[in-house]
């Protein structure tokens, strides 16, 4: 399973920076458009904002493997052993929970905005919205992955 972690961490990585350089060169394109040459393209602005929101949302994801995410650390620094273990599963359950949610949310999302497309770039909105339910799924995987790795009492890399 750490095999596959790795594999998938390492894809996500690629991605973001992919998404984060087509955003500096979208804004770069804006600017550029804008002050030097006096008519901004319409379609930077839109891409701009999708890839910077697919990054958002791909990170939670990465968040979760890496253990970046919010969590009750100042209850968990507070107890130790068994009740300790209880709360991170807790926590875990939660987050595992917000995973699903925001799995079914983004299918709901994708089926709203089905036949819809992006003003400016026309994009299909399904192509916009996907990146939630994927993220979703990512999300339950990873905190899957963590929990097993826990309890065969790995160390839980920050791949």
């Known amino acids: 399973m750490q095999k596959v972690d790795h594999l998938i961490m390492k894809v996500l990585y690629y991605v973001l920076g992919l998404l984060m350089l087509a955003m500096v060169l979208a804004i770069t394109a804006q600017v550029i458009s804008r002050y030097i040459f006096g008519s901004p393209f319409t379609w930077t602005e839109e891409l701009g904002r999708y890839t910077f929101i697919w990054m958002s949302i791909l990170g939670m994801a990465v968040g979760v493997k890496t253990l970046g995410h919010i969590a009750l650390d100042i209850l968990l620094k507070s107890v130790r052993g068994n009740v300790k273990k209880v709360l991170q599963y807790i926590i875990n359950i939660l987050v595992a929970g917000f995973g699903v949610l925001f799995t079914f949310s983004g299918i ?22 996907i990146i939630i339910p994927i993220s979703g799924v990512l999300i339950v995987y990873f905190v899957i992955s963590n929990m097993i790795q826990d309890l065969k009492g790995k160390e839980m890399p920050n791949s």
């Open 108 to 129: 709901k999302m994708m089926e709203i905005g089905s036949g819809q497309n992006s003003p400016s770039l026309s994009l299909p909105m399904e192509f916009v919205y």
